[in-house]
Nanobody, 110 residues
Framework: VQLQASGGGLVQPGGSLKLSCVAS????????TGWYRQAPGKQRELVAT???????NYVDSVKGRFTISRDNAKNTVYLQMNSLKPEDTAVYVC?????WGQGTLVTVSS
């Protein structure tokens, strides 16, 4: 099983990024898939989840700015991040059951 995250980078405050998590060896359309993030010196935080039927949930700090979605044909989960803030700076990782991706770094800075 592999979860390959990509799409991170450096963006100015107010900007947008779209993260992708491509899975192999496991179906992302069954059960819950989540995006987590870990900022320097902080604990890992659950950012967003999506269920089999497409129900989504978000941590309060990203509600209205981030959108999690899934493309079943591509076995990929996305995290669209808009109106980014410096406090969104973190390594973002995707998770499915006990499997974790390698993470992609998002840096929000002017």
């Amino acid at each position: 099983v592999q979860l390959q995250a990509s799409g991170g980078g450096l963006v100015q405050p107010g900007g947008s990024l779209k993260l992708s998590c491509v899975a192999s060896g496991i179906n992302l359309d069954i059960g819950v898939t989540g995006w987590y993030r870990q900022a320097p010196g902080k604990q890992r935080e659950l950012v967003a989840t999506i269920t089999t039927v497409g129900n989504t949930n978000y941590v309060d700090s990203v509600k209205g700015r981030f959108t999690i979605s899934r493309d079943n044909a591509k076995n990929t989960v996305y995290l669209q991040m808009n109106s980014l803030k410096p406090e969104d700076t973190a390594v973002y990782v995707c998770n499915k059951l006990t499997y974790w991706g390698q993470g992609t770094l998002v840096t929000v800075s002017s």
